[in-house]
């Protein structure tokens, strides 16, 4: 298992960008895939995006794709979300979850429960 810490979080406009970055540290050589989730108040928690850890393969939710870009850092065992044109909507707490199981159905990239380790959180606030 691994432990995930997130940073990059703050307050912008919208239309603005910001890059969240997810630390992964411990034993990786179990890990699959590693995603980003958000949480906004009074919702549940969503999927966003995530990548296959060996093939670097990604995934996008509907509602992001085109504006954030999912990518691996092999250097240091980094994932980092790139969001670009922000809107209010995608104001959120933003996670980052490790997966340790193999999925070919992309939809279970989708359900919390496909993931076994989480991080503490970063806000991203967007204001209009």
């Known amino acids: 298992q691994v432990a995930l810490g997130e940073s990059g979080g703050g307050l912008v406009q919208a239309g603005a960008s910001l890059r969240l970055s997810c630390a992964v540290s411990?034993?990786?050589?179990?890990?699959?895939?590693v995603a980003w989730f958000r949480q906004a108040p009074g919702k549940e928690r969503e999927f966003v995006a995530a990548?296959?850890?060996?093939?670097?393969?990604?995934y996008y939710a509907d509602s992001v794709k085109g504006r954030f870009t999912i990518s691996k850092d092999n250097a240091d065992n980094t994932v980092n979300l790139q969001m670009n044109s922000l809107k209010p909507e995608d104001t959120a707490v933003y996670y980052c979850a490790a997966a340790y199981r193999y999925y070919s159905d992309i939809t279970d990239f989708h359900e919390t429960s496909s993931y076994g380790d989480w991080g503490q959180g970063t806000q991203v606030t967007v204001s209009s």
């Open positions: 411990g034993r990786t050589l179990g890990t699959h895939a």
């Open positions: 990548i296959r850890w060996n093939s670097r393969i990604t």
